[in-house]
């Protein structure tokens, strides 16, 4: 965390925007007020929208949705930016500035897709510059177009965790490695999330007819997808890790983690 954030504020000086990713399914456990301490602009990349029930959520001016996999991403990311940009641009350009360019850094906690989104950035015809030995950076800078400069390694953030649903959320859209939780809690937790939130998508995911608890929704599950130990038990382990996979990546229906 301390080398994180030496990183940054070195980084920081140089920095015209700040490329927020977050993931789309829950925008406000990944946003972190602490870069707002730099005050420089951010753009918020609600990333992996691919994922996420676009519909229930209501963007702020700087966010915008975004994924990685699309295929068009590059252009549609740098126009954005670009967009984005402009109001500075003109401005400076104004001011007799020929070629205003700008540095960009990306930020955002683990596994949200800050490297996928670099590398969407990088292309395959960018130049590495060398940094210049003045900014100290442990990074190369790469240059995207004629004015936009991307540095190469992207600032990583901690999640701030005050409850157990944050800590289930923030597992269920991978920033937390579910090793490191009792998969049992974090599944169930989903499965009332989308009882609640996704009961016709999920009924119709898993063909049941009427609502079950969870510990019959897992026995249903086992059974209709024959995970059975050798003692023709339930295996409850490898239904309840079939579930988790089926949630993360998002099998069952695009979803919103923080729809009320
Ligand atoms: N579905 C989907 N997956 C994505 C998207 N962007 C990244 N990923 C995946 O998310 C995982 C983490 O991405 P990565 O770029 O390594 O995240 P980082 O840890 O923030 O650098 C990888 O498996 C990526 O393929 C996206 O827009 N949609
Ligand atoms: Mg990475």
Same mark, same amino acid.
């Given at each position: 965390?301390?080398?994180?954030?030496?990183?940054?504020?070195?980084?920081?000086?140089?920095?015209?925007?700040? #490329?927020? /990713? $977050?993931?789309?399914?829950?925008?406000?456990?990944? &946003?972190?007020?602490?870069? !707002? +301490?730099?005050? *420089?602009p951010i753009l918020k990349i609600c990333n992996k929208a691919d994922l996420c029930d676009q519909k229930t959520i209501k963007?702020?001016?700087?966010?915008?949705?975004?994924?990685?996999?699309?295929?068009?991403?590059?252009?549609?990311?740098?126009?954005?930016?670009?967009?984005?940009?402009?109001?500075?641009?003109?401005?400076?350009?104004?001011?007799?500035?020929?070629?205003?360019?700008?540095? #960009?850094? /990306? $930020?955002?906690?683990?596994?949200?897709?800050?490297? &996928?989104?670099?590398?969407? !950035? +990088?292309?395959? *015809?960018?130049?590495?510059?060398?940094?210049?030995?003045?900014?100290?950076?442990?990074?190369?800078?790469?240059?995207?177009?004629?004015?936009?400069?991307?540095?190469?390694?992207?600032?990583?953030?901690?999640?701030?965790i005050n409850d157990c649903q944050t800590l289930y959320k923030?597992?269920?859209?991978?920033?937390?490695?579910?090793?490191?939780?009792?998969?049992?809690?974090?599944?169930?937790?989903?499965?009332?999330?989308?009882?609640?939130?996704?009961?016709?998508?999920?009924?119709?995911?898993?063909?049941?007819? *009427?609502?079950?608890?969870?510990?019959?929704?897992?026995?249903?599950?086992?059974?209709?997808?024959?995970?059975?130990?050798?003692?023709?038990?339930?295996?409850?382990?490898?239904?309840?890790?079939?579930?988790?996979?089926?949630?993360?990546?998002?099998?069952?229906?695009?979803?919103?983690?923080?729809?009320?």
């Amino acid at each position: 965390m301390k080398k994180t954030i030496e990183q940054l504020s070195i980084a920081m000086k140089k920095i015209d925007l700040i #490329l927020h /990713v $977050v993931d789309a399914r829950s925008i406000n456990l990944c &946003s972190d007020n602490w870069i !707002l +301490k730099f005050n *420089k602009p951010i753009l918020k990349i609600c990333n992996k929208a691919d994922l996420c029930d676009q519909k229930t959520i209501k963007l702020k001016e700087n966010e915008v949705f975004f994924n990685c996999k699309n295929h068009n991403g590059r252009k549609k990311l740098i126009d954005t930016i670009n967009k984005f940009l402009n109001k500075k641009r003109n401005l400076l350009i104004k001011q007799g500035l020929k070629n205003p360019f700008f540095y #960009l850094v /990306v $930020v955002g906690l683990p596994n949200v897709g800050k490297s &996928s989104l670099i590398n969407l !950035l +990088k292309g395959t *015809k960018s130049i590495i510059t060398k940094d210049q030995p003045a900014t100290t950076l442990k990074t190369n800078i790469v240059k995207i177009n004629n004015y936009l400069f991307l540095l190469d390694t992207p600032g990583v953030l901690f999640s701030k965790i005050n409850d157990c649903q944050t800590l289930y959320k923030l597992a269920l859209i991978n920033v937390i490695k579910h090793e490191l939780l009792p998969l049992n809690e974090v599944t169930e937790f989903a499965y009332n999330f989308y009882l609640k939130n996704y009961y016709q998508q999920l009924k119709k995911f898993y063909c049941f007819n *009427k609502t079950l608890s969870f510990a019959s929704f897992i026995t249903f599950l086992a059974k209709k997808r024959k995970y059975f130990l050798v003692n023709n038990k339930i295996d409850h382990n490898r239904t309840i890790k079939a579930f988790y996979g089926d949630l993360i990546n998002g099998k069952i229906c695009l979803v919103n983690y923080e729809k009320k």
